[in-house]
């Protein structure tokens, strides 16, 4: 099982950064990637970013394209999302996501591990 942990979510204003941190524990040597989502109230959820250490892809939804980058210290664990040039349509709970089963990058996947959310609000 995997356990992950979201960090670095607050407030920012428009303009501004955040860095969101993912921290996996427990049996980490099979995973092979992480994908971020956000929700935001009434809306369903979107897959942002995602990263795969088993063939090096990473995705980006085009909603954020050009303005947030996935990357990770050692290739796994942890994973950060840093987020520039944020809007006040980036405000959202933002969650990571892990599963043992997925060997390349795919938001559409139905991942099985999930951190419980950081909150990200861009206001004024």
């Known amino acids: 099982h995997l356990q992950l942990v979201e960090s670095g979510g607050g407030l920012a204003q428009p303009g501004g950064s955040l860095r969101l941190s993912c921290a996996v524990s427990g049996y980490t040597l099979d995973y092979n990637g992480i994908a971020w989502f956000r929700q935001a109230p009434g809306k369903e959820r979107e897959g942002v970013s995602c990263i795969s250490n088993s063939d090096g892809s990473i995705y980006y939804a085009d909603s954020v394209k050009g303005r947030f980058t996935i990357s990770s210290d050692n290739a796994k664990n942890p994973v950060y999302l840093q987020m520039n040039s944020l809007k006040p349509e980036d405000t959202a709970v933002y969650y990571c996501?892990?599963?043992?089963?997925?060997?390349?990058?795919?938001?559409?996947?139905?991942?099985?591990?999930w951190g419980q959310g950081t909150q990200v609000t861009v206001s004024s």
């Open positions: 996501a892990a599963d043992y089963s997925i060997a390349t990058c795919n938001v559409g996947y139905e991942y099985e591990y």
